[in-house]
């Protein structure tokens, strides 16, 4: 029985062990229809033409989350942004663990997804919001279909969220290969302002296929800054597939750190349904091995005078493929958009390679719109200049790599992910930098 | 001042009908349509081809018949239908000529009137000319001077009964029968086209030139271009095209081959304005073509086009980058107007060492057409030290058009240094104003920034051809290009 048989025959139990809302209920079997229809995408569709899902959907997943394992936050520490304090929510397994995790409904909804889902306070929330923002192909009505648990945060009208929030998921799989599809739902009202941290770290050497699905809704004038940290283990695959709907002078932006796993795909859409509306999404790849990093973004421009801001390194080393695929789409009405588009490209050895493809779809006249992309290599000069001053050449080479990525760094927001994230490239190019930032 | 606005040049690009529509009546003789092997055999028999052709013709068709249309390019369009379509139809004054005082005076007038008359060419600069109208070449000038340098240029016809061996070793080797749909269709049943061989270290002492003219009602139109530059050599070859206003739609699916041996240089340009359909969007010429070059050690393919005309547009002028040092470029102008759809672009393949392409794309989408820029560029694993530039520029007249961009880039090289950027924009208030202060009317001022902005291909058209093109882009963008 293949993967796709598998999910389809255990939805129903799945159905009648979680069957609460007649609303989501609804959404789930419309979802279970559309992947059954369509299956896991194959290279054969345009989006997927450079990342083939073959290689992990061979796998027995196991569907149903097992028992929760437990974890003690010592020996998980590293994972976590531990230097500041922050709210938590923290699955283990797709389980929620409540000994990890620090929640809150005070002001603010910090909490979970099955508890929105079937509390009738939360029900507004969630008949407004749910799916609203997500796509209809396979991948994320697959998810739907099984979306029962993940992070569910709700911030309401002018605040301004204290600490940042971090979204982990542990696997810990012990006896097979697991499936997780956690489900997340960010609604951040008018005028507020939230941090967000998502990390998706495999604790076993057991395959991990994890299916996520974010979908954020900025109302107007709301800022969200959303960090997602992938440095996962080599068993671990990720399809990461975040909506953002965002409303008039609303910011959002999306910073992505792929350092790693087996395959990831990022599937990361902004719809711009408002005036004034700024998107940003910025990205550091680097990876080696045989690992497999796919970014596929979408920026639609619907209304006139907004912007959008796409900035994406990438270092690819050993045999590792990297793949950027950006579309910008500009609707007739968006006039005055300003559009921005960059992706550069390093590769460091010659069995990597790298697929890119920044399209731009541009139906107004009005319009700034660029996008850049490059491949090549470190600057011989620079390496020359360094070396002749003493600097040895693994060290050197680190410098241009760490410069070469900075700017997206440099664009992060809290400190302390900020030199969580420098430590991280340091030990990646295998160097002390021997300095902070 | 003149009141002249964008809106004015978009109303009356609107309105500006096809110029060079009109029809010339030859008899001609026409085969019933349809597509089936008989067909192609008649084809054949027809042009009095040999049995490896005949053969290769017949594979083409049975590959052709196992393919479906390409569906991915950005355009919609009305499928034809390829068995409601002629498959040959040639010019009834026959045999053909030796001097141009034969050739039915009707077709020389049809070719005064797009002003390219035989008379004007012979005296322009040296221009030998192979005339194909409705498939089969009528006039052949200035042969004799080719000859005494060795150069073969004639129709492909001709050169499959003269020249067998050439024809048999290359004909096929870049783009194959199964390429790709049209390319196989091309392949069995292409009525002709021209054929040109320039010998080792010759370099071709005039620019070589075909005009290519879709006239028959009816018919669909498969040329085939075979363009061979034996070691050292160097040859420019000009294309250019005008069709009559028709209301049906014309198929056009020709296949361009380029061979350019070690350290030889090919220089292709086109100026392609065929009929593009009226202001409601109806008629017009679909044009599915492959082009494609292969470049040997050290050499050279340079394709320049300005594309203005055809309803619907699906053409990659490929180099094949296979040799050490080779170097590929494209240059390309490409202008829509009205419903127009251009998917255009080309493909760079490294293969080689060393070797460098370069990519202008200058794409200008006005009333309610789309533009599109497809491109890749792929260096594969042994192309040490490839380097590539790719620049797409798009310029957008009004807000019902679109200009897309779908660069592909595929690198599996450390040491390739690839460059892609584009930018869409549309002609500023600030320029406009500049130019008027200056006592520069609108409607001059437009032209002034449109030719501006299509500077750095226009530039790279021979000195002949380059007077076509602005005439072109004049007709396309009436009224507001000087």
């Known amino acids: 029985m293949d993967l796709k048989e598998k999910l389809v025959s255990s939805f129903l139990a799945f159905e009648n062990k979680v069957d609460i809302d007649a609303f989501v209920h609804d959404v789930r079997s419309d979802a279970i229809k559309i992947f059954e229809e369509k299956g896991f995408p194959s290279k054969k569709e345009e989006a997927w033409k450079y990342t083939s899902l073959n290689a992990i959907l061979k796998e027995d997943y196991s569907v149903f989350p097992k028992q929760e394992n437990a974890l003690e936050y010592k020996d998980v520490k590293p994972y976590f942004i531990h230097d500041i304090d922050t709210y938590k929510i923290v699955f283990i397994d797709g389980k929620y663990s409540s000994h990890l995790s620090e929640t809150t409904h005070d002001g603010i909804d910090v909490c979970l997804m099955s508890a929105a889902l079937s509390k009738p306070k939360y029900q507004l929330v969630i008949e407004n919001y749910f799916n609203k923002a997500a796509e209809k192909d396979s991948l994320s009505a697959l998810n739907t279909a099984f979306s029962n648990e993940g992070a569910y945060i709700h911030i ?56 996520s699905v974010t979908e954020i809704f900025a109302n107007k004038r709301a800022i969200v800054d959303y960090y997602k940290i992938q440095n996962d283990n080599a068993n671990a695959s990720l399809i990461d597939n975040t909506f953002i709907k965002q409303k008039d002078s609303s910011i959002a932006s999306v910073h992505t750190f792929a350092f790693g796993g087996k395959i990831t795909r990022n599937n990361l859409n902004f719809y711009q349904e408002g005036e004034r509306i700024d998107s940003i999404l910025k990205g550091i790849t680097i990876i080696g091995d045989k690992q497999h990093v796919d970014h596929n973004t979408l920026v639609h421009h619907i209304e006139p005078n907004c912007e959008s801001h796409q900035d994406y390194k990438g270092i690819f080393a050993d045999r590792s493929t990297g793949v950027f695929n950006g579309k910008v789409v500009v609707e007739k009405e968006a006039q005055k958009t300003n559009a921005f588009q960059a992706n550069n490209n390093i590769l460091i050895s010659d069995k990597a390679a790298i697929n890119t493809k920044p399209q731009l779809e541009i139906f107004a006249d009005d319009v700034k719109c660029s996008h850049g992309c490059t491949i090549g290599q470190l600057d011989e000069s620079a390496m020359f200049y360094m070396r002749s001053r003493g600097i040895p050449e693994k060290e050197a080479k680190a410098l241009l790599m760490y410069a070469f990525s900075n700017n997206v760094i440099a664009s992060v927001k809290i400190p302390e992910l900020k030199q969580r994230i420098t430590n991280i490239i340091a030990e990646k190019l295998g160097v002390n930098i021997g300095f902070d930032l | 001042m003149s009141k002249y606005t964008e809106d004015d040049l978009r109303e ?80 009834n004054s026959k045999p053909k000529y030796d001097s141009i005082d034969e050739v039915d005076p009707e077709l020389l007038a049809t070719f005064e009137k797009l002003g390219i008359s035989l008379d004007e060419q012979k005296k322009l600069a040296g221009v030998a000319m192979d005339v194909v109208v409705d498939s089969v070449s009528v006039a052949t000038t200035f042969k004799k001077t080719l000859a005494e340098q060795g150069i073969i240029f004639m129709s492909i016809s001709e ?275 500049y130019c008027n202060q200056r006592g520069i009317d609108t409607e001059k001022a437009i032209a002034l920034i449109v030719n501006g902005f299509s500077k750095e291909v226009l530039n790279k058209l021979p000195m002949e051809f380059a007077v076509e093109a602005q005439k072109l882009l004049e007709i396309s963008l009436e009224g507001s290009v000087g």
């Open chain 1, 156 to 211: 309401p009208k002018n605040k301004v969220v204290e600490k940042p929030i971090q979204i982990v998921h542990f696997s810990t799989g012990s006896d097979a290969a697991t499936m997780l599809q956690p489900r997340n739902l960010i609604v951040v009202d008018e005028n507020s302002h939230v941090q967000i941290i998502e990390r998706h770290q495999n604790l076993t050497s057991n395959a991990v296929l994890t299916n």
């Open chain 2, 12 to 91: 009356e690009l609107k309105t500006k009908e096809y110029e060079y529509g009109f029809y010339t009546d030859i008899e001609s003789e026409t085969f019933p349509n349809g597509l089936n092997e008989s067909i192609v055999r008649a084809i054949s028999k027809k042009k009095e081809e040999p049995e490896w052709m005949t053969e290769w013709r017949l594979e083409a068709f049975r590959i052709w018949e196992s393919m479906t249309e390409p569906e991915w390019a950005n355009v919609h369009y009305k499928k034809p239908d390829f068995q409601g379509i002629s498959y040959y139809s040639a010019p």
């Open chain 2, 159 to 433: 050169a499959i009964k003269e020249h067998p061996e050439l024809v048999k070793k290359y004909l096929g080797t870049v783009v194959p029968q199964k390429d790709n749909f049209y390319a196989a269709l091309n392949s069995a049943v292409f009525s002709d086209g021209s054929f040109c061989y320039i010998p080792k270290g010759v370099r071709c002492p005039m620019e070589l030139s075909t005009y290519f003219r879709i006239n028959q009602a009816g018919t669909g139109q498969f040329e085939r271009t075979l363009v061979i530059a034996d070691e050292g050599s160097y040859v420019s070859y000009l294309e250019g095209c005008t069709a009559p206003s028709r209301d049906e739609n014309q198929l056009h699916a020709a296949v361009v081959e380029l061979i350019a041996l070690d350290d030889a240089e090919i220089k292709y340009s086109t100026v392609q304005n065929w009929f593009p359909g009226n202001a409601e969007g109806k008629g017009g010429v679909y044009n599915f073509v492959t082009k494609r070059g292969l470049c040997e050690t050290n050499a050279k393919i340079s394709w320049t086009q300005v594309e203005t005309g055809s309803a619907v547009t699906w053409k990659y002028p490929s180099c094949v980058l296979k040799g050490d040092n080779s170097v590929g470029e494209f240059y390309s102008i490409a202008v829509t107007n009205n419903y127009q759809q251009a998917d255009t672009g080309t493909k760079m393949i490294h293969l080689g060492k060393n070797t460098k392409s370069t990519i202008i794309s200058k794409g200008i989408s006005a009333g309610k057409s789309q533009n599109s820029y497809r491109g890749l560029v792929q260096v594969n694993a042994r192309a040490e030290n490839a380097r590539n530039f790719s620049q797409c520029d798009s310029l957008l007249m009004g807000n019902e058009c679109g200009a897309h961009t779908f660069p592909y880039i595929e690198a599996k090289n450390k040491s390739a240094k690839i460059e892609h950027e584009a930018t869409t924009s549309k002609i500023g208030e600030d320029q406009i104003f």
